[in-house]
C-alpha cells in the first residue's frame, strides 16, 4: 500500500500527502472540515495548531479518508512529469 | 528537527530552501538529501519550477560554503588551533596543505553531492590550508549544482516516493564515507607497517 510506503508527516501541507497518495485534494480538505485550496501551504502541525487539535489527530483523519477513497476507486493516476 | 526542517520548506518555500542548505553548508546536521528530493517532488506537483530550485538550492549550499573556506581562512587562531587538535601538529598541516594541492579539486566536487557528510570539513580545511579560493569556488559551483541538479531530479522522477527514497539515499551516502574511511585507515596501517617492517630489516642488518 502507498500509505504504508509514504507515511504522512506533521510536515507535510495537504496538497502534498494528497499527491503522494494519489487522492484528490478536496477529499482530504473535506476530511478536515476545510475549505479546499491548492494555494494553502500550512503544514498539518500548522492547521493542528490553529485547530486547537493533535497533528495526530489529523493525521489519523487523513489516513481514513486515503483508505477510503483507495476502497472505492477513487485515487488519481501517479504523475510522471520529465525531468 | 528534520520535521521542522521540511514544515519551514513547506510553509515558506524557496527562501527557506535556501537559507536551510545554506546552514547546512557551513556544518549544521540538516536533512538537505531528503529537502532536495522533496522540492523535487514539489516540481513534479507543478508548485516550484526545476531551474529555480535548482539555483536556488546550489546558490544556497555555495553561500555556507564560501562561509565555511572563510571561517577557516581568516577565523583567526582559534579555527587553526581547533584544526591542529584534529588533524595533528605543524608537520601534519604542512602534510593537508600539500595534500590538498593534489587532492583539493577532486575533494572539494565530491564531497559537494556525493560524500557531503565531509563538505563542511573540506571547507574548513581548504580554508586552513590556503587552497586556491577561486579553484575552490569553481569546484563548489560546478559540485553544488551537480548536487541540486542529482537530487531534485531524483525527487521528480520518485515524487511519490520521497520519505523512502531519502531514507536509503541518506543511508548510501553515509555507506559511501564509511567504506572512504576505512579505506583511508587501511592504507594509512599498511604504510605505517611497511616502514616498521623496514625498519626492522634495516636493525637486523
Given at each position: 500500500m502507498r500509505s504504508q510506503n509514504e507515511p504522512i508527516r506533521a510536515w507535510m501541507t495537504v496538497p502534498f500527502v494528497a499527491h503522494t497518495h494519489h487522492v484528490r485534494e478536496e477529499t482530504l480538505f473535506d476530511a478536515l472540515h476545510m475549505q479546499p485550496s491548492p494555494q494553502d501551504h500550512r503544514p498539518i502541525r500548522d492547521i493542528a495548531r490553529s485547530e486547537k487539535r493533535p497533528a495526530s489527530d489529523l493525521i489519523a483523519d487523513l489516513e481514513d479518508a486515503i483508505e477510503d477513497a483507495e476502497t472505492h476507486g477513487e485515487t488519481l493516476p501517479p504523475v510522471h512529469r520529465a525531468p | 528537527m528534520n520535521d521542522q526542517i521540511l514544515a519551514a520548506f513547506a510553509r515558506y518555500g524557496s527562501p527557506a530552501?535556501?537559507?536551510i542548505v545554506a546552514v547546512a553548508a557551513i556544518g549544521l546536521p540538516l536533512?538537505?538529501?531528503?529537502?532536495?528530493i522533496v522540492t523535487g517532488s514539489m516540481v513534479a506537483q507543478g508548485a516550484m519550477d526545476a531551474w529555480s530550485a535548482?539555483?536556488?538550492a546550489a546558490a544556497g549550499s555555495v553561500a555556507g560554503d564560501q562561509i565555511g573556506f572563510a571561517i577557516g581562512r581568516w577565523g583567526g587562531t582559534l579555527v587553526i588551533q581547533r584544526l591542529k587538535h584534529l588533524l595533528g601538529d605543524a608537520k601534519r598541516l604542512r602534510d593537508l596543505d600539500a595534500k590538498a594541492k593534489t587532492w583539493g579539486t577532486a575533494g572539494v566536487f565530491f564531497?559537494?553531492?556525493?560524500?557531503?557528510?565531509l563538505g563542511p570539513w573540506i571547507n574548513l580545511a581548504s580554508g586552513a590550508s590556503r587552497y586556491s579560493w577561486l579553484r575552490f569556488t569553481i569546484w563548489d559551483v560546478i559540485g553544488e549544482t551537480v548536487g541540486a541538479a542529482l537530487y531534485v531530479w531524483v525527487g521528480i522522477v520518485f515524487n511519490d516516493r520521497v520519505q523512502e527514497v531519502g531514507a536509503v539515499l541518506g543511508d548510501l551516502t553515509w555507506a559511501i564515507v564509511a567504506v572512504l574511511l576505512a579505506a583511508v585507515f587501511g592504507w594509512r596501517l599498511?604504510?605505517?607497517?611497511?616502514?616498521?617492517?623496514?625498519?626492522a630489516q634495516s636493525f637486523r642488518a
Open positions: - | 530552501l535556501f537559507a536533512p538537505v538529501t531528503l529537502l532536495l535548482i539555483a536556488i564531497s559537494r553531492w556525493l560524500v557531503t557528510p599498511l604504510a605505517r607497517r611497511s616502514v616498521e617492517a623496514k625498519a
